[in-house]
């Protein structure tokens, strides 16, 4: 069952719940539902197509209220990294990393490598990419 306009309304207004409240539990099921189905929709469109633009709007407009969800920014990220937009998705990357807990940061680290290893990244940005792992690793942090 496709997600309404009225159900988007829903996810972005302000209720004023706490994060472990049932509330907000619903509303990070509804913003990842309506996510897949946004996703599912742009499969196979050129980057370059409005819709996948729009798509990663949505993204940054779930993050707004999702920023501290791991799994959403996993998400975006890979969306962002199979677009090939390698400056967008090292600041999102980075955005990432300041907007979770240190201890979730593991589960971004081994994505971040591979997509500043892929052949379009420059190699002084892989570098890069594993230094600040180190200084975060052993608590140098910038």
């Known amino acids: 069952m496709p997600i309404s306009c009225v159900t988007v309304a829903l996810l972005e207004t302000p209720h004023g ?34 819709e996948v633009a729009a798509l990663n709007n949505t993204y940054e407009r779930a993050l707004v209220t999702m920023h501290k969800m791991p799994r959403v920014w996993q998400d975006y990220l890979e969306f962002l990294v199979g677009q090939r937009v390698v400056t967008r ?9 300041r907007a979770l807990p240190i201890t979730q940061h593991d589960r971004l ?5 591979v997509s500043a290893s ?4 420059h190699p002084e940005l892989l ?9 975060v690793q052993h608590g140098i942090l910038p």
Do not use: I, M
């Open 17 to 50: 719940a706490g994060p472990d409240s049932a509330r907000q539990t619903f509303r990070a099921q509804l913003w990842k539902a309506y996510l897949a189905e946004r996703r599912e929709a742009v499969r196979g469109l050129p980057v370059t197509h409005r």
């Open 127 to 135: 570098l890069s990419c594993q230094c600040s792992k180190c200084r």
């Open 118 to 121: 892929l052949q379009s990244c």
């Open 89 to 97: 998705a090292r600041r999102t990357f980075d955005n990432a990393l």
């Open 109 to 113: 680290w081994p994505q971040y490598l």
